[in-house]
């Protein structure tokens, strides 16, 4: 009866040892899991539509940059100041907030840079969402402006003359883009590339067909209504 009891004892602590086994494996699973980066969506009301914006993981500093200013509400009420026709829209200067009709924006900052996050994979495709700066040497970005891609398509001669001038090969798939989406590829390696734009891409056609004066700042402000971060 006692070995009985022993074999039955040896046999429950080897189920008990497997069952807890079992537990942290599982365990293991959910916190790889929980680790995983976490995707950033952007909704930017304007007040000529909804642009929807997706901020890359692969560019952290960029990516809680912005998600700290927009949980501020950092750019609410802020215009886009300067409309480039075929090239790109540029908002974020605070000064924008409540400047006069007409007056040059584009200087304004928030007391800090941001250091380049430069990817090969992201590139400055149209609807990109990419960081302004000065010309300083490290080529560090604004702490605050940025601008939305619009760009026109280029063809292979263009890309190929690009690649020396930029430095970085372009993948088929990327070619594919520059030549059917369209982009602004002089600018890669040279801006940090930091989201893009998932929905209203229409509506960055519109505000870059904004009729401009001086200093390429629209006539009838085009002004960003509210920004917050919203579930894919």
Same mark, same amino acid.
């Given at each position: 009866?006692?070995?009985?009891?022993?074999?039955?004892?040896?046999?429950?602590?080897?189920?008990?040892?497997?069952?807890?086994?079992?537990?942290?494996?599982?365990?293991?699973?959910?916190?790889?899991?929980?680790? %995983?980066? +976490?995707?950033? #969506?952007?909704?930017?009301?304007?007040?000529?539509? *909804? /642009? $929807?914006?997706?901020?890359?993981?692969?560019?952290?500093?960029?990516?809680?940059?912005?998600?700290? %200013?927009? +949980?501020?509400? #950092?750019?609410?009420?802020?215009?886009?100041?300067? *409309? /480039? $026709?075929?090239?790109?829209?540029?908002?974020?200067?605070?000064?924008?907030?409540?400047?006069?009709?007409?007056?040059?924006?584009?200087?304004?900052?928030?007391?800090?840079?941001v250091p380049a996050e430069f990817n090969s994979q992201l590139i400055h495709?149209?609807?990109?969402?990419?960081?302004?700066?000065?010309?300083?040497?490290?080529?560090?970005?604004?702490?605050?402006?940025?601008?939305?891609?619009?760009?026109?398509?280029?063809?292979?001669?263009?890309?190929?003359?690009?690649?020396?001038?930029?430095?970085?090969?372009?993948t088929p798939a990327q070619r594919e883009l520059y030549k059917t989406l369209?982009?602004?590829?002089?600018?890669?390696?040279?801006?940090?590339?930091?989201?893009?734009?998932?929905?209203?891409?229409?509506?960055?056609?519109?505000?870059?067909?904004?009729?401009?004066?001086?200093?390429?700042?629209?006539?009838?402000?085009?002004?960003?209504?509210?920004?917050?971060?919203?579930?894919?």
């Amino acid at each position: 009866m006692k070995k009985s009891i022993y074999i039955l004892s040896f046999v429950l602590s080897i189920v008990l040892v497997s069952c807890g086994g079992a537990k942290n494996k599982s365990t293991s699973k959910k916190e790889v899991v929980a680790e %995983l980066p +976490k995707d950033y #969506f952007v909704q930017m009301v304007t007040n000529q539509g *909804v /642009i $929807k914006l997706k901020l890359y993981n692969e560019t952290p500093l960029h990516r809680d940059n912005f998600v700290k %200013l927009v +949980k501020q509400g #950092f750019y609410d009420s802020l215009l886009f100041h300067r *409309v /480039i $026709k075929s090239f790109m829209i540029q908002g974020g200067d605070p000064k924008s907030k409540n400047s006069k009709s007409g007056e040059m924006l584009g200087d304004g900052d928030i007391g800090y840079r941001v250091p380049a996050e430069f990817n090969s994979q992201l590139i400055h495709k149209k609807g990109a969402l990419a960081a302004a700066r000065d010309n300083n040497p490290d080529k560090a970005s604004s702490g605050c402006q940025f601008y939305i891609v619009q760009g026109k398509p280029a063809d292979d001669n263009q890309i190929d003359g690009l690649q020396k001038r930029v430095g970085w090969i372009y993948t088929p798939a990327q070619r594919e883009l520059y030549k059917t989406l369209g982009g602004t590829p002089f600018l890669d390696n040279g801006y940090t590339v930091f989201g893009e734009v998932v929905e209203g891409l229409e509506i960055v056609d519109i505000i870059a067909g904004s009729q401009t004066g001086p200093n390429d700042r629209p006539i009838q402000d085009v002004r960003i209504l509210k920004c917050k971060l919203v579930k894919n």
